[in-house]
């Protein structure tokens, strides 16, 4: 549940940064470059994370309700496919739009 809540601070501190420096540099191409590479290691990290939540576990914990765990990991893995979609998708506005 830590990995969440980092990966929630994270994706909007770095969404924040990729528009900051998008805005203020004018698009230049080093910054076009710099926001690709963080966009990129968004998506790489969400996918790690989201293929954990999907993933069955091999041992259930007894002290927990089976049925609010995997409630949860469903919940923390769309939300991690949605930070995808939204990276994907100010990759191809970053790569399209022209300068």
């Given at each position: 549940?830590?990995?969440a809540?980092?990966?929630?601070?994270?994706?909007?501190?770095?969404?924040?940064?990729?528009?900051?420096?998008?805005?203020?540099?004018?698009?230049?191409?080093?910054?076009?470059?710099?926001?690709?590479?963080?966009?990129?290691?968004?998506?790489?990290?969400?996918?790690?994370l989201?293929y954990?939540?999907?993933?069955?576990?091999?041992?259930?914990?007894?002290?927990?309700?089976?049925?609010?765990?995997?409630?949860?990991?469903?919940?923390?893995?769309?939300?991690?496919?949605?930070?995808?979609?939204?990276?994907?998708?100010?990759?191809?506005?970053?790569?399209?739009?022209?300068?």
């Open positions: 549940m830590l990995f809540a980092v990966d929630i601070v994270g994706g909007l501190l770095v969404f924040a940064a990729v528009g900051v420096t998008y805005a203020l540099f004018n698009a230049n191409l080093d910054v076009r470059i710099f926001d690709l590479m963080l966009l990129a290691v968004i998506i790489f990290i969400s996918l790690r989201a954990r939540c999907f993933r069955p576990s091999s041992s259930p914990d007894p002290l927990y309700n089976v049925s609010v765990v995997k409630l949860s990991s469903i919940l923390a893995g769309s939300y991690y496919i949605l930070l995808i979609a939204a990276a994907l998708y100010a990759l191809v506005m970053i790569i399209a739009m022209p300068s």
